[in-house]
């Protein structure tokens, strides 16, 4: 090990006398190494040494390198590195031995490219009073390693973008239901009630019989606004679902929905004695309303089939009905299906969708949700 600042000669010159006998052994240890080995003066802030591996991986000669002295850190460092750089070259003062710190350059190369290098650094040489004058490092080239790091976190942002895009599309498409709702339902009850309003006359030859038919018509308008309201209630959070879980808002949700239609209904559940996650319960609620406003509004089925297990980490769905069946694509692009909204929920849930249909032949939507 040197005994002065001198500076390590770089490959094919002449060691320093300080070496020992076997000082060519120790070189080519030191240009073997795949990886870059450096050693750095601290009060010089210079590279005092450096193996053959830089030509490869930096595209200069350890002469071209050593020729730089200080301005190596204007030459090969990323200009938000640099601050940074001479941050950390000054924390060693003060340490001592083969207290080993790292740290994770940006490095221009030659050919104008940057490559990532991960370093490791300890004290090299150090004065009577122990304080550091060089250091020691060995960079290794993580340039793949970074790309592929890159790549996952650009697919995880791009996976994000696409959930942020389909949570609000679907809420879009909630908002535009409930709209729909409260101008063709409540709002057509309402309008009738003022209509009504405007009927009562106290001019007439019998004010009393008339407007009490009248006050009759208004009340059963009424009633019906206030039908409205709570279905429309439901639609937005059902409270039955937060007070007795997933299975009994279901079976409520269909006796409302199939109330008024002569289409038969078999329910099965089985592993949903313990309440799931509230979000979850919320999206099988939705996923389940949405194929069957789909049933009713445009299958003309004569009866429906639902079951729904918790099989060790998975939630497992499968509807069926004997409709007329329909076109998945079709269905798809269809503004008013509400398929889109299904696979945007399920997206969200990482689960999985197939659909079994055929004209005249019914519909099965096999559904898997993971647990995990």
Known sequence: MPTDNTALPACNTKPPTQFPEDKDFIY???????????????KKLKIIYINKAAKEALGYTPEQILKMKRSFIDIFLNPQHKEKACAFLKSFEGTSGWQTQRFN????????????????????KSDEHGKPLQIIGIAQDITGDKKVEDNRIRLKLKQQKAISKAILKTQEEERKRI???????????????????DILDPDTSNPKKNNKEIKKTIRHLLDDAIEETRTISF???????????????????????????????????????????????????????????????????SSISLNINKVSDY???????????????????????????????????????????????GSVFLIDIPLN
């Open 28 to 42: 080519q240890i030191a240009d073997s190494i795949p990886d870059l080995l450096y050693v750095i003066d601290l």
């Open 105 to 124: 350059y940006k490095i221009k190369t030659r050919m104008d490219t940057w490559r990532y290098f991960h370093c490791r650094h300890s004290v090299f």
């Open 179 to 197: 709209a729909e709702a409260l101008h063709n339902g409540l709002g057509q009850v309402l309008y009738g009630v003022k209509l009504s309003l």
């Open 235 to 301: 639609e937005l959070m059902p409270a039955i679902l937060k007070d007795f879980g997933l299975a009994i808002a279901i079976r409520d949700l269909l006796r409302k929905k199939l109330a008024k239609t002569s289409i038969r209904v078999s329910i099965h559940f089985s592993g949903l004695k313990n309440r799931l996650d509230p979000d979850l319960e919320i999206a099988i609620f939705r996923i389940v309303q949405e194929i069957i406003n789909n049933v009713i509004k445009h299958a003309h089925a």
């Open 315 to 361: 939630i497992q769905m499968k509807i069926t009905d004997d409709g007329l069946g329909f076109n998945y694509e079709k269905a798809l692009n269809s503004k008013g299906f509400g398929m889109r909204s299904i696979m945007n929920r399920l997206e969200l849930l990482n689960g999985h969708l197939n659909i079994d249909s055929e004209p005249e032949k």
